[in-house]
């Protein structure tokens, strides 16, 4: 009993050096959390919308009824050959320049 009523009246000293570690290993775990959120919100908004072009439910969508019964305008499909063809043609080209530059090196 006289020991429960000393300690009541004199209490055991703090160690403010634990309570210093204890924040300062506090902070350090925020630190570090706050470092792989980032990395984690870099990485997943780096790998984004390069070439992802928004959903179209309806492509060709138009005023005119008969028009949008239809499969759309010759026009547009004759130019969205067009559009693949160069596009192939392209490729073609820059496939033929690199084996040239590949077979220069060898």
């Known amino acids: 009993m006289i020991?429960?009523?000393s300690?009541?009246?004199n209490p055991p000293k703090t160690d403010w050096s634990d309570v210093e570690r204890l924040e300062q290993r506090i902070r350090d775990i925020r630190e570090r959390i706050r470092k792989a959120k980032s990395?984690?919100?870099?990485?997943?908004?780096?790998?984004?919308?390069?070439?992802?072009k928004p959903l179209d439910?309806?492509?060709?969508k138009s005023n005119d009824a008969k028009r949008s019964m239809g499969e759309g305008s010759t026009l547009s499909q004759s130019q969205r050959n067009y559009?693949?063809?160069?596009?192939?043609?392209?490729?073609?080209?820059?496939?033929n320049e690199?084996?040239?530059?590949l077979s220069k090196r060898k």
Request: glycine share 2%; with cysteine.
């Open 3 to 5: 020991a429960c009523i």
């Open 7 to 9: 300690k009541l009246l």
């Open 39 to 52: 990395t984690q919100e870099r990485f997943f908004s780096v790998q984004g919308p390069y070439d992802k």
């Open 57 to 60: 439910l309806f492509p060709n």
């Open 83 to 95: 559009e693949r063809e160069t596009k192939q043609e392209a490729r073609l080209n820059e496939m």
């Open 98 to 101: 690199l084996r040239a530059k």
